[in-house]
């Protein structure tokens, strides 16, 4: 069983542009939602995490909103650029160690 | 600062034989996680040590796999008898502390490919 579902699996947007990545999860006991970037040939990188006590996070142009009865959370980019041409994962944890990924989602920011 | 450490980068080997992939993790982490990533596809969670030990062995796809970690750091991951299917990117990450709100950071992997 999936245990986090991620969607859209690719993403095209115009510089400039607002990307929306949407994830849900089965568990209502998880307690850590990060998301993580990866470029080609590198490993996934920590772009921003949020807990379920908040509903929403911002850092710089990266929002996270979380909506715990719907058990779903999203990763808003604003003013997407080229450079943001990457994979994003999201993920959930519980406390306890195990994370639970969902499948990527590939983004292209067209100039 | 140095950051997680995996080695090779990159290992071609024939159908069959024994293949060893090494992580350093970051200094101080004492949790650490072994992921596999196949072309296109999410992390496949593998297993976790807290120090030495490894409480959650349940990611393992077959018994021929099998991983142990020495001194709390270096960990090692080993495919016995590889099969072609085990080609794919085998991502190590590490952690301060094994609770779910520590970020892990990964290496850049160890990308396999069976002949």
């Known amino acids: 069983q999936q245990q986090v579902k991620q969607s859209p699996q690719s993403l095209i947007v115009q510089k400039g542009g607002i990307s929306i990545i949407n994830c849900a999860y089965e568990n209502t006991a998880f307690d850590y939602f990060p998301w993580y970037q990866q470029f080609p040939g590198k490993g996934p990188a920590l772009l921003i995490a949020?807990?379920?006590?908040?509903s929403e996070k911002k850092e710089g142009r990266f929002t996270i909103s979380f909506n715990k009865s719907a058990k779903q959370f999203s990763l808003h980019i604003m003013d997407s650029q080229p450079g943001d041409s990457a994979t994003y994962f999201c993920?959930?944890?519980?406390?306890?160690?195990?994370?639970?990924f969902g499948t990527g989602t590939s983004l292209t920011v067209i100039p | 600062g140095a950051g997680v450490s995996q080695s090779p980068s990159n290992k071609v080997t024939e159908k069959g034989k024994d293949v060893e992939l090494r992580c350093d993790p970051i200094?101080?982490?004492?949790?650490l996680y072994w992921y596999r990533q196949s072309l296109g596809q999410g992390l496949e969670f593998l297993i976790y040590?807290?120090?030495?030990?490894?409480?959650?062995k349940s990611g393992l796809p077959s018994d021929r796999f099998s991983a142990e970690r020495t001194g709390g750091s270096v960990s090692t991951l080993t495919i016995q008898r590889t099969q072609q299917e085990d080609s794919a990117v085998y991502l190590c990450a590490s952690s301060l502390a094994g609770t779910g709100n520590q970020p892990q950071h990964f290496g850049d992997g160890t990308r396999l490919s069976i002949l």
């Open positions: 040590f807290q120090g030495n030990s490894a409480p959650d």
């Open positions: 949020i807990r379920p006590d908040v």
């Open positions: 200094s101080g982490h004492t949790a």
């Open positions: 993920a959930a944890s519980l406390t306890g160690n195990q994370f639970y």
